[in-house]
């Protein structure tokens, strides 16, 4: 006969594990069912429970407190701060012959490193927990490995691990855990736990108006800019190439009306004058999709070419996109019509008074200051020399390494890229120096110094030079997170380096990213020979400081 047996850890917190043990053994008696109950507390273990073939177990404790040989074995696992919130519904532990069903959606700001990693620790986590799962990446490319219709109806829990927001239309009525990709990547079979047990019912019509459990998932202004700069991407290097091209094929004039009916002057409009034209609209546009969903695309938006129009750029662009999300999301909250009136909303009502909203404040509030704001920014970066150039590289480069794909690193990119929109393009060079360096300086540290590195690590090392060069910063992270201590203050002091010395020497760069792989394009970088003379510099300095930090391996 099957038996429901329960693990109650404890921990350092042994009331609430008491009160946890005790709330289901209650739970159990009032629905007629017999339960044994073992509680494990830093004094010992009462009441010992053994599992046996088709018994069923539920697993109570902190997050990770469990060993692999338990959570593979339990039926479930939950926190004791959910037992004791519901503990009738803990009691649903179910049947492990029917396995969880997970789906799940990573992304980041990129596309492109963040968001695979974070797809291999949900799945590694998976398959520790015996759990079936299907991650749909988010990349650079578009989805990869979607999602069926099929697959999402069947699924037990939805897990969305994104550094930018992303359309959970497909989800109503689904219970969806919202996190950033770190969790994932850190500890995906913990992630997956804390869906089972926390995860929120997603409401209806999710695009349109987002349901409260949604609303308080959302992350705050960070991840909302974000959202917003992965997708202004794609227009900044479509237009960035063509503007580089054109200049690499008509010279310095292909812009001027002379040249006018050349294939130059053709590549120049559609890069400038069309491309870098949506740059700004774009990224405000997805700041206000962020916030407030889709009705918030179009104030967005049209705020956007209001801040480009009155030259307040590519900083009145995210003051449009935030006024335009949280002005359409507050008006979604206050606006109340009758039922069969609320498909005006997301279709007229709130677009329009957004749009109003926004464009009245663009026009005669925010934008002349933010122009100014803009404007004196521009110039003071334009006429950087000597010691201020080079505290701004040393800057943007110790920020890059700082965390390699985290916040502070993206905010030194988010910064670089929207330069890029008034025309400024020595902080995009500097910082893309700065990012490549950290990878390319493990891989060469694993060279030069092989006696500080594991046989896994040198092996790594390879994979981590082929990231460097396409600026993928995250390729050093592994390293960095056995040895924080010593890796990272070496990575920043090389990337630091990098950064200044790129900005010392004036290289602009018009594409944002690519790493090594654009140099080549005509017109795509300046001072091409200063460029590399500074990622060389960086690699060497931070290659040689982890070889000297970090102690050798012990032999035998």
């Known amino acids: 006969m099957k038996r429901l047996l329960a693990i109650v850890d404890a921990g350092a917190g042994g009331v609430t594990g008491v009160l946890a043990g005790e709330a289901l053994r209650r739970a159990a008696r009032e629905t007629g069912q017999p339960i044994e109950i073992e509680l494990r507390t830093a004094q010992g273990i009462v009441n010992p429970v053994s599992a046996g073939e088709g018994d069923r177990l539920l697993f109570v404790g902190a997050e990770g407190s469990a060993d692999a040989a338990t959570r593979a ?22 049947d492990k012959t029917a396995t969880r069903k997970i789906v799940a959606i990573t992304s980041c700001p990129t596309g492109i490193a963040h968001t695979f990693m974070a797809a291999e620790g949900l799945q590694e986590g998976a398959r520790q927990l015996g759990y079936d799962i299907h991650v749909e990446t988010q990349g650079s490319v578009g989805a990869g490995n979607p999602l069926t219709p099929e697959q999402i109806a069947e699924a037990d829990v939805v897990i969305i691990a994104a550094d930018r927001e992303v359309d959970r239309a497909r989800f109503a009525g689904k219970r969806v855990l919202a996190s950033n990709t770190k969790p994932a990547i850190t500890g995906g079979a913990a992630l997956i736990e804390k869906a ?9 019509e999710a695009s349109a108006t987002p349901a409260a459990g949604a609303a308080t998932e959302r992350a705050g202004p960070y991840k909302h800019l974000m959202t917003g700069v992965s997708f202004m991407l794609p227009f900044v290097v479509a237009g960035g190439l063509l503007i580089a091209l054109a200049f690499a094929l008509g010279g310095i004039h292909a812009k001027d009306e002379a040249a006018k009916g ?4 053709a590549l120049f409009t559609i890069g400038a004058k069309a491309g870098f034209a949506l740059m700004v609209p774009a990224l405000a546009g997805y700041i206000a999709y962020s916030v407030a969903d889709r009705p918030g695309i179009a104030p967005g938006m049209i705020g956007g070419m209001l801040a480009s129009s009155l030259g307040a750029g590519f900083l009145g662009g995210i003051v449009a996109g935030f006024i335009a999300g949280y002005g359409v999301d507050a008006l979604n909250r206050v606006i109340r019509l009758p039922k069969n009136l609320q498909g005006l909303k997301p279709v007229l009502i709130l677009p329009l008074l957004g749009t109003l909203l926004t464009g009245l404040l663009m026009i005669y509030a925010v934008g002349t200051p933010v122009a100014a704001v803009l404007s004196f920014l521009t110039e003071w970066l334009r006429g950087m020399q000597g010691s201020n150039a080079m505290l701004l590289g040393l800057i943007l480069g110790g920020m890059m390494a700082f965390d390699m794909g985290g916040p502070v690193n ?19 060079a500097a910082t893309m120096a700065a990012g490549m360096t950290p990878p390319l300086a493990i891989a060469l540290a694993t060279r030069l110094f092989a006696n500080r590195f594991t046989a896994d690590e040198r092996e790594a090392g390879a994979a981590a030079a082929v990231l460097g060069l396409a600026f ?15 890796v990272i203050p070496s990575l920043m002091a090389g990337s630091a380096i990098a950064g200044a010395i790129s900005m010392v020497a004036g290289v602009e760069l018009r594409v944002p990213h690519g790493g090594i792989f ?13 460029y590399v003379g500074a990622l060389v510099a960086g690699v060497v300095v931070s290659a040689v400081l982890v070889g000297i930090l970090k102690r050798p391996m012990a032999q035998g």
């Open 196 to 204: 089972l047990a926390e995860a929120k019912v997603q409401g209806g």
């Open 73 to 94: 074995r339990a039926d479930r696992l939950l926190t004791l701060e959910a037992v004791l919130a519901d503990p009738a519904a803990a009691l649903d532990v179910g």
């Open 472 to 486: 993928i910063s995250e390729g050093a992270i592994p390293f960095a997170a056995r040895d924080p201590f010593r």
């Open 262 to 265: 050349t294939l130059a002057y």
């Open 518 to 530: 654009v140099l080549p394009i005509p017109g795509a970088v300046t001072h091409l020979a200063a």
């Open 410 to 428: 993206k905010a030194a990119y988010a910064f670089s890229v929207g330069l890029v929109a008034s025309q400024v393009y020595t902080p995009m």
